[in-house]
Structures are given as structure tokens and as C-alpha cells.
């Protein structure tokens, strides 16, 4: 007992802590994860198997963790370490496409091929944003089209807020359609043995209808906004201030063949038996080896705080799985939802969403899957059925708020830096309804497609 209720109170300190935003948050995570091991498994329990299994270094000695021929199996508790290494990977793969230039060449590129029109910029954006985020990280994709989109604002003469706050959306949107969109979903596929193809015939079939939904509603609510703020045609000296220029067309093309080479690998990762820890280091190992020179200055820049914050986040939640706590949370979901599969879906898409909003998303999914295991379990309802629930609801709940997510707080410090600030009445006026929208959507698509 003495066990549990510190858990739950380190928990709950952390959660605080986060929010509060007064500590970096690694720092909150790695101290709290060094609470558990000391003071809940070491004085409490004294278990020391349970700060072994929690710290899970036997994983990665393990073949099945780099390859699995058959099944994927579901992860261990504890330290996830299969999607802490995607994560690096990734970083250090867009970093490298950064340094060549990718991401403004492809902003610029899509501007001129709609003749720098601003309302098919503002369409084509929204599209963009969704797809890269599909598969890299929502923040990097938002920080660089968020800086083109002012960029282009003051050449155009339109106000860039309606087009930033749409793009925030669709890349949050369009990283649930993937496992390799949002860090929610990398946690969820890492820990519950699910393929890329799982996500996009999944959570990609809902985020795919509400896309279409958003892109009709954004266009709706902003079309005047956009309009109102004029825009003018491009003259040739703007073209050419905004032109870009590839400097190196080798690294360029080598750059963008290692991105097609981890898109390709992830869709088929379920046929190969290679595993997202794998490919991602693979994908890292390939930009650094093609890069040399930059080897240093790319490493450098890989946000390695980001990955502590997963592994003290991880040692959290295992404190909470091995003293039974989680156990507790999913037969009290289980009692609320009356054991009605419809109830229980409503429950988790709608809890994950309004939690998220406020929340930071990722230890919220992170503590929220052995409780759908429990609740699979106990109610006899398909694992994947809760997992997508959960997926959709974590990952479109953090656009409803600026806080709500990390794009959100890279839009909108790259728009205020710029001299647009953007408040919390007119993101919210926008943005909570498309969240709600989202979430209705998904809600009854999972009524009518798994009940």
C-alpha cells in the first residue's frame, strides 16, 4: 500500500511539475523516474527484479528487438527503448535533410507551382503539413512551414494566424494516421506489437475522412480572413528574393533518398520483420556515414533532452504497472463504462482528447496503455479497437489549446517571434471546434466500424 500511494504521489508531482513549466521537463522526468527506482522498488518493495524489469536493458541485447520473423510481439514494461531509438533515428534523419534545405525548397517549390495564389497556398499548405507530419515529427514540420508561411505573408500581404492555425491542426491530424506520425503513436505501435500498415488502415482511415472534413471547415471559417487581408501578385524581383537554391545537389538527392528509404521500410516493416528500432537506427547511421563532415554538427543538434524526458517518463509509468495502480485505473473505466464496448470507446477517445488538451500527450498515452490491456482483458473487447480509440483521441485532443501539444508552442512562438501574436481566444475559437469535430468523427466511425 505504502508502495502504491508513492507512486501515484510521484506521479502526481510530475504531472505538476510539467504543466507548471517552472523545471525543463526532462529534468522533471528522469528526477521523478529516479524516485521510483530509489524510493518505491528500492526502500518500499525492495524488489530489485522490478528495477530490472523496469529499466529493460535485456531488450535490446535481444534478436527480436531488432528483428522479428514472425508475430510482432508486444513490448515489456518499462523503458520502451524501441521507440526512445526510432525517435533518435528520426532526429537525426531530419536534421540531416534540414541542413540540405528540404523542407524550404519543398515549401517554396508548392507556393510557385500554385502561382503564389493565397488561398490555394492556404489549401496546399494544410495539405502538406498533414502529410509530412504522416511521417516526421509535427514539430519540425511546423517550425519550417510556419516561418516560409510568414515569409510569404509579408511578400503576399495577408495574415499568416488563419494559415499557421490550420497547418498546426492538419500536422497533428496527419500524424495520427500513422505509427510513425506522433510520439503517442510510436509508443503505442512500440509497445503493443502494432505495424505501420496497422495505423494507416486504422487511425489513417479516420484522420483521412476527417482531413477532408478540416480542409472544407478551415476554408470556411478563414476564407474572408484571408481574402480581407488582400494579398497581391508576385512581381519577378519577389520570385526572385524567394527562389531557393539547392548548393549541393548531391547531399540533396542523398538526403531525400534516405527519407524514401525510412518511408519504404516503415510501410513494409511488417513484411521485412525489421523493427522501428532498427530502421531508425539505420536511417541515423546512413545520414551521419553520407555526411561526414557534418557528422558532429547534426548529432549536435538532435534534441537529446526530448529523449530523457521519454526514458525518465517510461521508469514513471512502470512504477505505476508494478505496484498495480494501473490495474486499479482500468476496473474504475471498466465500472463508469457499465462494461459497454460503446461507453468504454466514448470514454477513452473523449477522456484522451479533453486530458490532452491540457496536458502533455505523451505521458498520458504512456500511462494509458496497460490500462487499455487491463480493460481488453476484463471486458473481452479487442486490444486494437482501444488503441486506435486512444491514438485518435490523444493525438486531435492536443490541437484544441496552444499548450496542447509541442507544434502548437512551435507555431505560435515562430509567429509571435515574427510579430503576430497569436492569443488564447482566437486559437481556441477555432481550433476547439475542428477538435471536437475530429473527435466526433472518429467516435462514430468506431461505432459503426468495430461494434
Known amino acids: ?48 527484479e522490478a528495477i530490472w524489469r523496469t529499466l529493460n536493458f535485456k531488450s535490446l541485447a535481444t534478436l527480436n528487438f531488432w528483428y522479428q520473423a514472425g508475430e510482432a510481439s508486444e513490448s515489456s514494461s518499462g523503458i520502451n527503448w524501441a521507440t526512445i531509438l526510432f525517435i533518435f533515428g528520426m532526429m537525426v534523419m531530419v536534421e540531416g535533410m534540414a541542413r540540405v534545405g528540404f523542407f524550404r525548397w519543398l515549401c517554396m517549390k508548392i507556393a ?48 499568416p494566424i488563419p494559415m499557421i492555425l490550420s497547418e498546426i491542426f492538419c500536422a497533428n491530424l496527419g500524424g495520427s494516421a500513422t505509427m510513425c506520425g506522433d510520439p503517442p503513436n510510436i509508443i503505442i505501435g512500440t509497445s503493443l506489437g502494432f505495424s505501420f500498415f496497422d495505423f494507416i488502415m ?24 484571408l481574402k480581407v487581408s488582400g494579398g497581391r ?10 527562389h531557393v537554391e539547392i548548393k549541393n545537389k548531391k547531399e540533396f538527392l542523398t ?25 531508425g537506427m539505420l536511417v541515423a547511421v546512413l545520414t551521419v556515414a553520407t555526411a561526414p ?35 486499479v485505473a482500468a476496473q474504475i473505466i471498466g465500472k463508469l463504462s457499465g462494461n459497454n464496448n460503446m461507453v468504454m470507446i466514448a470514454i477513452i477517445i473523449w477522456l484522451s482528447a479533453i486530458a490532452s488538451a ?8 504512456a500511462t494509458m496503455i496497460p490500462i487499455i490491456k487491463s480493460l481488453s482483458v476484463s471486458n473481452h473487447i479487442a486490444l486494437p479497437v482501444l488503441a486506435w480509440a486512444l491514438s485518435m483521441g490523444t493525438d486531435i485532443g492536443g490541437s484544441a489549446t496552444p499548450i496542447g501539444a509541442s507544434a502548437n508552442v512551435v507555431g505560435i512562438s515562430v509567429a509571435s ?20 469535430i475530429v473527435c466526433v468523427i472518429s467516435t462514430v466511425y468506431m461505432f459503426v466500424h468495430y461494434l
Not at 500511494?5 to 526532462?26: G, P, Q, T, Y
Request: aromatic share 12%; proline share 2%; with cysteine.
Open 417 to 436: 517571434r515574427e510579430g503576430y501574436p497569436i492569443g488564447w481566444g482566437r486559437y481556441c475559437a477555432k481550433m476547439v471546434p475542428a477538435t471536437i
Open 293 to 327: 563532415k557534418y557528422a558532429k554538427e547534426i548529432l549536435g543538434k538532435v534534441d537529446y533532452k526530448t529523449l530523457l524526458f521519454f526514458t525518465g517518463l517510461f521508469v514513471v509509468v512502470g512504477g505505476l504497472e508494478e505496484t498495480g495502480i494501473l490495474n
Open 112 to 159: 510557385k507551382m500554385v502561382h503564389f495564389q493565397v488561398i490555394p497556398i492556404f489549401i496546399t499548405f494544410m495539405l502538406m503539413s498533414a502529410v509530412l507530419a504522416m511521417f516526421i515529427d509535427s514539430i519540425t514540420v511546423i517550425l519550417f512551414l510556419a516561418a516560409v508561411t510568414v515569409e510569404l505573408a509579408q511578400f503576399l500581404k495577408f495574415d
Open 233 to 242: 501578385k508576385m512581381t519577378e524581383t519577389d520570385m526572385a528574393k524567394l
Open 202 to 225: 486504422n487511425t489513417g482511415v479516420m484522420a483521412g475522412i476527417s482531413l477532408v472534413v478540416i480542409l472544407v471547415y478551415f476554408y470556411i471559417v478563414f476564407r474572408k480572413e
Open 358 to 365: 491540457f496536458v502533455d500527450n505523451i505521458p498520458f498515452a
Open 1 to 48: 500500500m505504502t508502495a502504491q500511494i508513492l507512486a501515484v504521489s510521484i506521479f502526481i508531482a510530475m504531472f505538476i511539475l510539467i504543466i507548471s513549466e517552472k523545471i525543463e521537463r526532462h529534468l522533471v522526468t528522469m528526477g521523478s523516474g529516479a524516485a521510483v527506482l530509489i524510493l518505491v522498488f528500492g526502500l518500499c518493495m525492495k524488489d530489485m
Open 255 to 279: 538526403s531525400c533518398g534516405i527519407f524514401l528509404l525510412a518511408v519504404v521500410l516503415l510501410i513494409t516493416h511488417a513484411m521485412t520483420g525489421l523493427t522501428v528500432a532498427f530502421i
